[in-house]
């Protein structure tokens, strides 16, 4: 069992930066496949980004590459989701989400969600 916390959202102008975290719980989080997801209001959730449970590997989404950069501290039971340059369009609830695989990209790969944060820019 993992339980996820996430922490860290906000507002911020365009432009700006916000860096979210999220502790798990549970000793399989090192293991454990983590990613980012979002959903801003009438769309569907999406990956925003991925990484694999050494940290080796990411997957990120063509709207965020080269402005977000996920990371992880397996002794820390975190995942970050560093966020610059943010634009209006980054506007959602973000959720960190953990897979059993190790590392996945498929939403329904993913077995644990947490509970989401707000994340809003302005112009």
């Known amino acids: 069992q993992v339980q996820l916390l996430a922490s860290g959202g906000g507002s911020a102008q365009a432009g700006g930066s916000l860096r979210l975290s999220c502790a798990a719980s549970?000793?399989?989080?090192?293991?454990?496949?983590m990613a980012w997801f979002r959903q801003s209001l009438g769309k569907e959730r999406e990956i925003v980004a991925a990484?694999?449970?050494?940290?080796?590997?990411?997957y990120y989404a063509d709207s965020v590459k080269g402005r977000f950069t996920i990371s992880r501290d397996n002794a820390k039971n975190t995942v970050y989701l560093q966020m610059n340059s943010l634009k209006p369009e980054d506007t959602a609830v973000y959720y960190c989400?953990?897979?059993?695989?190790?590392?996945?990209?498929?939403?329904?790969?993913?077995?644990?969600w947490g509970q989401g944060t707000q994340v809003t820019v302005s112009s």
């Open positions: 990484i694999n449970w050494a940290g080796g590997a990411t």
């Open positions: 989400a953990a897979a059993l695989t190790g590392w996945a990209i498929g939403e329904r790969q993913y077995d644990y």
């Open positions: 549970g000793r399989t989080f090192s293991r454990c496949g």
